[in-house]
């Protein structure tokens, strides 16, 4: 069974940092693209990163850009997302998706975990 665990999320003040991890068990992810969308409950679902695996190929949302930063450690299969500068409207549950078919973004989200949330006090 496919699992993506993602964790590190918690209240933090305007312009503090986090990082979050997505760890993946039952799938190696070296050849896959691995990607972080956000959801706050009355908006619409935000992609806001993606990592492609052959090259490490990164894309951001333009609202996170020079902010956040995706990462990957194949020999943990795990992603990361740091999050620097963050403002209150990066208030949010974040979740890392992938398809285990692209190795390039953008992917779909046919495996995605439960999400951990982040707050970010004004």
């Known amino acids: 069974e496919v699992q993506l665990v993602e964790s590190g999320g918690g209240l933090v003040q305007a312009g503090g940092s986090l990082r979050l991890s997505c760890t993946v068990s039952g799938r190696i992810i070296d050849d896959y693209a691995i990607a972080w969308f956000r959801q706050v409950p009355w908006k619409e679902r935000e992609w806001i990163s993606c990592i492609s695996s052959t090259d490490g190929l990164t894309v951001y949302a333009d609202s996170v850009k020079g902010r956040f930063t995706i990462s990957r450690d194949n020999a943990k299969n795990t992603v990361y997302l740091q999050m620097d500068n963050l403002k209150a409207e990066d208030t949010a549950s974040y979740h890392c998706?992938?398809?285990?078919?692209?190795?390039?973004?953008?992917?779909?989200?046919?495996?995605r975990g439960q999400g951990t949330q982040v707050t970010v006090s004004s």
């Open positions: 998706a992938a398809d285990f078919i692209r190795s390039i973004c953008p992917v779909g989200d046919d495996y």
